[in-house]
Nanobody, 132 residues
C-alpha cells in the first residue's frame, strides 16, 4: 500500500503559478506510476497528467497540455505538478494518485477507463483557488 501526501496548494491570482508536490511512502518509489487529478465543485474528477517513475514516461490530458508540467524527484520520492498561467477555471481540489501498473493510470488520466479499476492509493487532496 502506498501513502500519498500532497502539498503546495493555495490562493493565487489569475495568470500566476503554483507548484504542487506529492510525497510517497510505503512502497519503493520506482515501482509505480503517479498522477494528478482535480475536482472542481459540482464537476466530475478530471485527469491532468501521470508519470512512470521507473522509466519517466509522461502522459498529459489534452486540457493540461501547455500549462501543466509533471515531474519526479527520485531522491525525495515525490512527484510535482507545475501549474502556470492559472485561470479561475483551474480552481479545484487537486489529488495525487498512484498505482503499481502504468496502463490503468493512463486510462484514468485520459478518461478512457471503463472497467471500474481502483487505483492503489490517493492523497487527501490540496485546494487550489485562482482569483480573477
Amino acid at each position: 500500500q502506498v501513502q500519498l501526501l500532497e502539498s503546495g496548494g493555495g490562493l493565487v491570482q489569475a495568470g500566476g503559478s503554483l507548484r504542487l508536490s506529492c510525497a510517497a511512502s510505503g512502497r519503493t518509489f520506482n515501482n509505480y506510476a503517479m498522477g494528478w487529478f482535480r475536482q472542481a465543485p459540482g464537476k466530475e474528477r478530471e485527469g491532468i497528467a501521470c508519470i512512470n517513475t521507473e522509466d519517466g514516461r509522461i502522459v498529459y490530458a489534452e486540457s493540461a497540455r501547455g500549462r501543466f508540467t509533471i515531474s519526479k524527484d527520485t531522491a525525495k520520492d515525490s512527484v510535482s505538478l507545475q501549474m502556470d498561467n492559472l485561470d479561475p477555471e483551474d480552481t479545484a481540489v487537486y489529488y495525487c494518485a498512484a498505482d503499481g501498473a502504468w496502463a490503468p493510470l493512463v486510462h484514468q488520466i485520459l478518461g478512457t477507463e471503463t472497467s471500474g479499476y481502483q487505483l492503489d492509493g490517493w492523497g487527501q487532496g490540496t485546494q487550489v483557488t485562482v482569483s480573477s
